[in-house]
């Protein structure tokens, strides 16, 4: 019993030291509530004075702006009296100055811009010489390095020829046997090629002539087979005639074939790859036309490398160029038309075509390509040495750029030199002040560029001088 007394006693004693500390606990807790919660009340006390600060200063800030409105609005309105009063005064002074100077304002107007036009032109004038200048300058030393570089890599040689074929012969005796028993053999040969012979008194030598140089090969290979072989009668002449033209047209084929792969264009026509061959044997004042499209289709190639440019579309549009040339006699219009035809013809590219057709003016330039197409077109013929130009038609070009000058207003005299690569213009230097030469200058060389057909460039260059003479006595 006195255990379970003892028992019940701690027990109790236990029960009441728990409760002890659980409300010392709860009061801690209670205690620092309290703590947190007057903090926070702190905290948002000072949160609600910043506010209120902030709230008023905002409502000052709006109430300076609606001063300056005010401010402004009253100031807009004062300008607004003032530019309508400057507009009066402004009418009545210009009023007064028309009274004063007996010019309306229009009138005035017009004085102003004549003057400031003369003054205008005098300065242009001289903005464009300089700004000629400059770029003269710098154009010529880029251009002449490119094209001299394309020239300096690419060099070939040139064979001028004519109209006519000259064949040796072993001795003057074969003249008879050629021409056979009453002419028979000639007329065979005149008739089967199309060539005429002529036997004249040239020691062991017959020439052949024909505007055809294909006929003339063909005529040409036969009467060499002929004097070799030694049977020279009509029969023999047909036999020999048939196979040279055979063999013609494979050397066509194969020239056409080796200037594709010498400039390397691939995957041509082969129709038009026999059309290249034939510019073997066609020549433009003596330059032959084959050899001539090759070296424009490695100069523009090497030019469109340096600029960056397409070598392969500007290679492709050299070589074809003048693709018209190998049929311009079989059809009418002129060799750019009859190329672009062909090339049609034949399923080339629309970039080729555009970029070939402009190299001689007849159309505006598609591309960069097509120009560089015209500049190696020009360079190729240009070049000296390259082809032939006849006396009449050398003196009717200088005669025509003299024309061209002597009829702009403004010329006194004209002289073409250096066979017409420089017009030298004497200005009337009453007429034409410093500033107008640099215009007439610029006029004189459109009218030539659009009116007269030349290689290269010509220089036209005017010269105006007035001098006052007078003597001591």
């Given at each position: 019993?006195?255990?379970i007394?003892?028992?019940e006693k701690?027990?109790?004693?236990?029960k009441?030291?728990?409760i002890?500390?659980?409300?010392?606990?709860?009061?801690?807790?209670k205690?620092?509530?309290?703590?947190?919660?007057?903090?926070?009340?702190?905290e948002?006390s000072?949160?609600e004075?910043?506010?209120?600060?902030?709230e008023e200063?905002?409502?000052?800030?709006?109430?300076?702006?609606e001063?300056?409105?005010e401010?402004?609005?009253?100031r807009v309105?004062k300008?607004?009296?003032?530019?309508?009063?400057l507009?009066?005064?402004?009418e009545?002074q210009?009023?007064e100055l028309?009274?004063i100077?007996g010019y309306?304002?229009e009138?005035?107007?017009?004085?102003?811009l004549?003057?400031?036009?003369?003054?205008?032109?005098?300065?242009?004038?001289v903005?464009?010489?300089t700004?000629e200048l400059?770029?003269?300058?710098?154009a010529e030393?880029n251009?002449?390095?490119?094209?001299?570089?394309a020239?300096?890599?690419?060099?070939a040689?040139?064979?001028?020829?004519?109209t006519?074929?000259v064949?040796p012969?072993?001795?003057?005796?074969?003249?008879?046997r050629?021409i056979?028993?009453?002419?028979?053999?000639?007329?065979?040969?005149?008739?089967?090629?199309?060539?005429?012979?002529?036997i004249?008194?040239?020691p062991?030598?017959?020439?052949?002539?024909?505007?055809d140089?294909v006929?003339r090969?063909?005529?040409r290979m036969?009467?060499?087979?002929?004097?070799?072989?030694?049977r020279i009668?009509?029969?023999?002449?047909e036999?020999m005639?048939?196979?040279?033209e055979k063999?013609?047209?494979?050397i066509i084929?194969e020239?056409g074939?080796?200037?594709?792969f010498?400039?390397g264009?691939h995957?041509?026509?082969?129709e038009l790859?026999k059309?290249l061959g034939r510019?073997k044997y066609?020549?433009?004042?003596?330059?032959?036309?084959?050899?001539?499209?090759?070296?424009v289709?490695?100069?523009?190639?090497?030019m469109a490398?340096e600029?960056?440019?397409?070598?392969?579309?500007a290679?492709?549009a050299g070589?074809l160029?003048d693709?018209?040339?190998?049929?311009d006699h079989d059809?009418?219009?002129?060799h750019?038309?009859l190329?672009?035809?062909v090339?049609?013809?034949?399923?080339?590219?629309?970039?080729?075509?555009?970029t070939?057709?402009?190299?001689?003016?007849d159309y505006?330039?598609a591309?960069?390509e097509?120009i560089?197409i015209?500049?190696?077109?020009?360079?190729?013929a240009?070049?000296?040495?390259a082809?032939?130009e006849?006396?009449?038609t050398?003196?009717?070009?200088?005669?025509?750029?003299e024309?061209?000058?002597?009829?702009t207003?403004?010329?006194?005299?004209?002289?073409a030199i250096?066979?017409?690569?420089e017009i030298?213009?004497?200005?009337?230097?009453v007429?034409?002040?410093?500033a107008?030469?640099v215009?007439l200058?610029r006029?004189?060389?459109?009218?030539?560029e659009?009116?007269?057909?030349?290689?290269?460039?010509?220089?036209?260059?005017?010269?105006r001088?007035?001098?006052?003479?007078d003597?001591?006595?």
């Open positions: 019993m006195n255990l007394s003892d028992a701690q027990a109790e004693s236990l009441k030291e728990k002890l500390e659980a409300k010392e606990e709860n009061h801690k807790l205690v620092a509530l309290d703590s947190e919660i007057k903090d926070r009340r702190l948002i000072k949160s004075r910043r506010l209120i600060q902030k200063s905002l409502d000052k800030k709006i109430e300076n702006l001063k300056k409105e401010n402004v609005a009253a309105k300008l607004d009296e003032k530019e309508a009063s507009d009066d005064q402004i009545i210009n009023k028309e009274r100077s309306t304002k009138e005035a107007k017009q004085i102003l004549n003057n400031l036009e003369k003054d205008i032109r005098q300065e242009a004038a903005m464009i010489k700004l400059e770029a003269k300058d710098k030393v251009a002449r390095e490119i094209i001299v570089g020239i300096q890599r690419y060099a040689d040139q064979v001028a020829e004519s006519v074929s064949v012969l072993p001795n003057d005796d074969m003249k008879g050629i056979g028993r009453e002419g028979r053999n000639i007329r065979a040969i005149e008739t089967l090629t199309g060539v005429d012979l002529i004249d008194d040239t062991e030598a017959v020439v052949l002539s024909g505007f140089p006929k090969e063909i005529a036969s009467l060499q087979r002929l004097i070799v072989d030694g009668h009509p029969s023999r002449i036999e005639v048939n196979k040279a063999d013609v047209w494979n084929k020239a074939e080796q200037a594709t010498d400039v264009v995957n041509l026509h082969p790859v059309l510019l066609r020549t433009s004042y003596g330059q032959n036309v084959l050899i001539h499209s090759i070296e289709a490695e100069l523009a190639g090497l490398t600029l960056g440019l397409d070598p392969t579309l290679k492709r070589l160029h693709i018209g040339k190998a049929i059809k009418e219009g002129t750019v038309d190329g672009v035809e090339l049609e013809k034949y399923k080339e590219s629309k970039a080729v075509i555009d070939m057709k402009s190299h001689h003016g505006e330039p591309n960069l097509a560089l015209a500049a190696a077109d020009a360079l190729s240009a070049r000296p040495g082809r032939r006849t006396l009449e050398y003196i009717k070009r200088l005669q025509k750029l024309e061209i000058a002597n009829t207003k403004g010329v006194e005299r004209s002289f250096q066979a017409g690569r030298r213009i004497i200005a009337n230097p007429e034409m002040n410093d107008d030469i215009f200058a006029e004189i060389s459109k009218k030539i659009s009116e007269l057909q030349y290689p290269g460039q010509i220089k036209v260059n005017v010269v001088e007035t001098k006052a003479v003597y001591a006595k």
